[in-house]
């Protein structure tokens, strides 16, 4: 019995002092763990602001036509055709036809107003020589002056479209006052004439047929169809507060994944102030043109991201969170090298979408650098 007393004794001897610590090993089992750095590497990116809201898709907004009168016909004729709504028409297209005779779509912004042929001068001829070499047909000089080589291009707009143009094979004095009259100087001869009803000019061909307002049968006289721009243009909004910061010519994207639908657009209007264009009080209206839209952009509800401010290409740039101040103000980072952590002093710029702009100061720092964000512990 001693004996086993004294091997129990021993062992709880044993015990105690296994479990005895110096003050050092209590310190080093109690002390917190060293902080491990967590780092990203500092990489080359395009940063820019951005506003962001939503709009929705239409077509351009209608303009009614109808067709000039001509001296050269007895009376403005009747419908015979008209190109069916929906359809996109390109320069050189004929849209209706009247009495038989053809309609066709130049490319101007003064409307047709008089009937034109040898020997007569303006702006009009000019826009029409211009959409004659547009589409490949020689007028010779664009100049303003309606010779035989305009008329010979006329001639092959007609004839491209398998009509017969007009023709005056003689001088025709009763036609003289039509030009004389307008223009000064101008020599009316034989050739080939193009009567003003024969001819609309649109601002941006091509363009789309958006209703039909006469049928065949009825007299072309007054409004024959509404066209609208084939771009499609998108109707939004901006908060007062960023109106400022929204301009005509910026880009906008545009992106509504669940639709399919990715592009780019331009501001193409801004309004003056809030409240127009059935917009309530506390928001400024902005119109998008998009050039070459989605079909499926008409009616749809769609994201609009403005980019209001850019660095304009990739720069050197950081999270956000490894940029740091120093005691003497400097902007810095704590850049992650072979001979532990350096700070390297920085010129902040832009800064968006959690990123900002450095431009290194007496210090190298280039994109894969390692660059501290934050710290960490290590369990033990």
Do not use: C
């Amino acid at each position: 019995v001693v004996m086993v007393s004294m091997v129990v004794a021993a062992g709880a001897g044993w015990l105690a002092g296994s479990q005895i610590q110096s003050p050092a090993e209590a310190a080093a089992q109690t002390a917190a763990p060293v902080p491990s750095p967590i780092l990203v590497p500092a990489e080359m990116r395009e940063l820019s602001t951005d506003i962001i809201t939503r709009g929705v898709g239409r077509f351009g907004s209608p303009h009614t036509v109808s067709l000039a009168p001509s001296a050269l016909k007895p009376d403005r004729g009747i419908v015979t055709s008209i190109a069916d709504e929906a359809t996109e028409l390109n320069l050189g297209d004929v849209a209706a036809t009247v009495s038989g005779r053809p309609v066709f779509v130049l490319s101007g912004d003064v409307p047709s107003y008089r009937d034109l042929g040898p020997g007569v001068v303006g702006v009009d001829v000019m826009q029409l020589e211009q959409s004659l070499h547009d589409l490949g047909l020689d007028p010779g000089p664009v100049d303003g002056t309606y010779d035989s080589q305009t008329g010979a291009a006329v001639a092959g707009l007609y004839q491209t479209g398998g009509y017969e143009p007009v023709v005056v094979t003689s001088r025709t004095p009763d036609l003289q006052p039509l030009f004389t009259a307008l223009v000064e100087g101008a020599d009316f001869g034989a050739g080939i004439l193009l009567p003003a009803d024969e001819i609309i000019y649109v601002s941006s061909p091509p363009v789309r047929l958006s209703e039909v307002l006469k049928e065949p049968g009825v007299s072309g006289e007054g409004d024959l169809l509404a066209l609208t721009d084939a771009n499609i243009a998108i109707d939004s909004s901006v908060p007062i507060e960023s109106a400022g910061l929204v301009t005509e010519g910026m880009k906008v994207l545009i992106d509504e994944p669940d639709l399919g639908i990715t592009g780019e657009g331009t501001i193409s209007f801004v309004a003056a102030g809030p409240g127009t264009n059935d917009i309530d009080g506390f928001h400024v209206y902005f119109e998008v043109t998009v050039p070459d839209g989605q079909p499926n952009l008409v009616n749809a509800s769609v994201r609009l991201t403005i980019p209001t401010e850019s660095t304009g290409g990739a720069v050197l740039a950081v999270p956000v969170s490894a940029l740091a101040l120093g005691a003497d103000g400097t902007s810095r980072v704590q850049v992650s090298g072979d001979g532990g952590l350096t700070f390297v002093d920085v010129q902040p710029g832009l800064s968006a979408k959690g990123y900002v702009e450095v431009s290194p100061i007496g210090g190298r720092l280039k994109a894969g650098d390692l660059v501290v964000v934050g710290f960490e512990s290590q369990s033990g």
